[in-house]
């Protein structure tokens, strides 16, 4: 995996005039659904089913060219829009569309949720906040004499004073580098130097002295141990440039799918050691692979920075987790000490430093706390949700006066758990969905545009929205049978609704959603929501005094805020007040990388967070008890907006039908 | 090895009416030899040779009964002196009388050196600084709750708060422990802690926690790790008592005698690693043996304090001393971050924390700072001359305001290096020694008092100031051959004195000392005090100035002050000047366990405490040139009394011989 950021085009949809911006390079498919506009697809956007023809009118498009189309229409400017790629501006003309006026159908395209600026090096050295973990001081020291036989340390603590720099504890290891490197290099060396956080309150640890001038080399890697994926990413310290980034699934998972199973999986003998190196074996995997793609060599790294929820840092700690799942949720420690990274197993020289991220409680972690850290929201005026949304769901609500956190009982469903053909975002999985509500036939797109295998949770979330906006769904999941499509019907886990036809699906049989997936996804949704109206609740606040709403989590990626809305998962309230951050741990890692006065500000968070435990929460299981319904018991009062366009488009098919 | 103290007893000499004060359990040769009275004895104090007979006139002493003595002369009184034992006062009347003056002989005994007053536990408490590097705080805390479910650190530090406590930093190993501590035990915990040195400005680092109060059980362990020996001290720092004392030799001899040959071999490949086990393995059997000794268990043990010369230290911490050995002779460190003992091989458990002794230079270590700070010079207004003498001589002058400190190459001649018969003060060998300046016979007492093999430092300075005192050697350490004695005669090496025949001695060959060993000795005991007088020239002051000299080193413990003097090793002073405080090095990492301010001292001490390189001291040259005579060039004026007590004893026996 990787991730990039791209240059923008113009699209604009006919018949129904709409314009929207897209990145180049997108496919044509995309960028209709995000908006949408419903264009048919089965087969995930591979370019088999040749069923999501448009028309470019103007501008250029790259690729769409199948021989599902006739030399005719290939000359018509016909393509398939999954097989198109965005070059520029182009103006597209959507050939099956249904007599359905253009406003039901787009009503809800209100555009997205704000795409965050997020704080980098640029504007820390702005801030003149750019003060890395670590730095690299090279000095030059006059050589030894009779006259001034001085140790060897005492020369490096003296020249390092002349250049204004006190406060040191010099480690063991660097000690015993230290003769040599002042001898190889005619009394030239680089010391590398793990700054205290409060300057005037710690020392500045000497992790290592190299020979001569390294003070370039000065790279570290931040790294967001999730229960699902692993992130990691390179940075230059010496010029704050995000080298790369990479990711990849935690091979943890063959353990248990969330941390309750990995928890018990660590108290079987051999368990704790076989998911520590697990995890240690899925961070070096993706560092090896930064190495490559970045050129670095492994010797210039001289941090690692790591976040994760408590039980992935306990386990990769070889913290035994166990507490963590018995009631009442003890876990062992807030704040590690510094530590060195090839202790735990990381194939990373001896000399890198370990840097982990506290927990705030059991179930609301290291990752967390980065994620608040690197938003900002503690230091900000306004009333903010944050909302880290990964395999495990947990809120925090505050602003700068204040913080007060939970975690949502939410299960795996947004990771595809629980769910018949449900997977993980990986190759083949559903990602994106919608359904033409007159016909019922759906567009299907999957990850890495292959056949398709099965639904992930942003798929999940789009196929609910979808089918419940069309009124192929009620407000309780339940299937309209009734409905023309021969896609509705009745299977063995009750009534289903045909995603995938087994001719065009992976593994040749239909992927179905049935009710009970979609029993799971309402009660994760309403976890979810149970939890902000709770935490509001406990500080006499409601969801419309939110000013802002911050969606954190690997997840929170590839998220769709109407969507969401319409299922009830995220908060009704005006795009503006929404910003998605995607991985708000690595960017929190990333940060505490590159400034130390942000490293400071992760204590004074862990300390003014107050942790709410839901399941002894008075209002929990009333706002929970509420949630279960598409989008909530109280769709007029908290869901106005979705509760009108439900009702509108509702209109609009019984019209076109009757 | 091990060491204890005894109760005295007054024993009266006929007919010289000497009487001295000995410790009971002595063997009237040894305290015969220690006040100067002569009786010949040739095997080591075996009690085979059977020419050391006495008669006891008042009291008792146990044993000295042998079938070298008929019935007659077992019920006169009759008894060996190397074989008899004081048991409380006695009167001994010496048969085997020259007509010598009884002047002559006992002249020099002229009382002891102080018997040192150590410092100690009951001292410390008395002044309020009883407060060891370890504490060990038991905790009872409130169970986890729903409620209240803040993690196993942060409950731990809350109930350290409560009793007053404050300032810790917990250490992964620690942090570790606790979440099974807390739960096995009710939640009451002991946490080991390694106090701040300085409580205001650093952290009490959590070495450890146990379940349960386990505050009582809180051992240290002293080591003093020596060239030629490792002695080591149980201390249980909840009383302050010292359980035990063991020592053993440094089985890194096996790689060389002196640390310069060490620092060689520690250049060859896998030279390292084999000295750096040699010497854990030598501190573990010491350990082992006191383990045994005293019935501590290992897991008890919470610290261990080291102290060792420059080399030794660094070998013991795998930091190669090669620096050590090459101009301009610099050292890797003066100070060591804490570490943990089984990190270097020592056989505690892993959480014994392990503190090592600053060294000041790269020949003045941590055995230095450890011997200054136990005795306390730094604090003192008396202008002071420590010396160190062991395998390698190291010497400080100064006292409260200013410490000047050098090595002197004195070579390995005290602990019997580059002596023809020398030997380490193992069994066997000669440690005293005394001669009848008539008949040239000797008295001859060795280590175990077992058949002499050799002879080691002590014994070579009783036998070269005693032989030089009766004229059988001359100011130049030359024999003289027309004395009547068969003794002297011409060998191998030159001209030689026998002493032990072939018949008494382990070994089957003639003992002899020769010329080239009495110059060795006399080059290092020149290099001894040519350091002593080029320290106090470099700041303007000479020997008379000297208001107390503090002798320090495992050759300390035995050595005589008169006949120190004799040969010139220890300046001429009056005796009430004199201190001998054994091993000084052991001392220091004693109350350093002891006591935090003594321990912040130590820093205080390395940083006012000046290295003088006497290679290149201008004076030192000249100094060490007019040393290489017994006992000085400059007799009359730096040596006044023992030059006329010279001149008396050589008139008393020319008038003998008349």
Redesign the interface.
Known sequence: MSSQGNEQATIRFEPYGLEVKADIGSALLDVALEAGVHINASCGGKGVCGKCRVIIEQGQIEGGISEKLSQKDRESGVRLACQSKLTGDVTVRITDVSALNKDALIALASGPAQQATLIGADELKAENRYQPAIDKLMVQAQP???????????RLLLALKDKGEHRF????EA??E???AW?NSDWQVTATVLRAVYPEAGHNHILRVEPGDTSSRNIAVAVDLGTTTVWAQFIDLSSGKVLGTEGDFNSQIGFGEDVITRIVYAGKPGGMRRLQEAAAKSINGVIKSLARSTGIELNDISLCILAGNTTMTQLF????P??IRL???????????P?RADRFGLALPDHVGLLVFP?V??YVGGDVVAGVMGTGMHKDERLTLFIDLGTNGEVVVGNKDWMACAAASAGPAFEGGGIKFGMRAAKGAIENFSVNPITGEPAVLTVGRSLPKGICGSGLIAAVASLFMAGIMDERGRFNLDHPTDRTREGEDGPEYVLVWAEDAEGGRDITLTEPDVDNLIRAKGAMYAAYMTLLDGVGLSIQDLERVILAGGFGQSINLERSQIIGLMPELPAERFLFVGNGSLLGTRLACMSNPLRAEVGEIVERMTNF?L??APRYMDNYTSSLFLPHTECEKLFPVICGRLKEARQAVKAMQA
């Open positions: 030894a004499t009779l006259a001034d036989n001085r140790n060897d340390v005492d504890a010099i480690e063991y000690i015993r230290l003769p040599g001898r700690l070889d913290m035994d166990k507490y009631e009442p949720y003890v876990p062992t420690a807030a704040y590690y000490p530590l927990a409680a059991s435990e399941s002894v």
